[in-house]
Nanobody
């Protein structure tokens, strides 16, 4: 079992940067693949980024366009999402998820554990 807690969200101007953190507690964190999803009001939860147990295999949604970077530190049991050049359309609640490695990394239904989410608002 894992417990995930996101942090690092807030209000940022267009073009600004944020670094999200997801702290995990529980055994065998390095056995899990992790992902970041986001959800705006009235919309489905949307895939943002994912990586494997080591962080060396990474995946990004098309809308990222090179602006975001996912990474993890298995010693600290933490996964990060560095977000640069933020746009108003990036405004959403961002969630960290974890799952045993399997196909379908961009499908939120394949993830077993979720954090509570952190709000990102991009506005001038």
């Amino acid at each position: 079992q894992l417990q995930l807690v996101e942090s690092g969200g807030g209000l940022v101007q267009p073009g600004g940067s944020l670094r999200l953190s997801c702290a995990a507690s529980g055994q065998y964190f390095s056995n899990y693949a992790v992902g970041w999803f986001r959800q705006a009001p009235g919309k489905e939860r949307e895939f943002v980024s994912a990586c494997n147990w080591s962080g060396q295999a990474t995946h990004y949604a098309d809308f990222v366009e090179g602006r975001f970077t996912i990474s993890r530190d298995n010693v600290k049991n933490t996964v990060y999402l560095q977000m640069n050049d933020l746009r108003p359309e990036d405004t959403a609640v961002y969630y960290c998820g974890a799952r045993r490695p399997q196909s379908g990394y961009s499908d939120y239904g394949t993830y077993d554990y979720w954090g509570q989410g952190t709000q990102i608002t991009v506005s001038s």
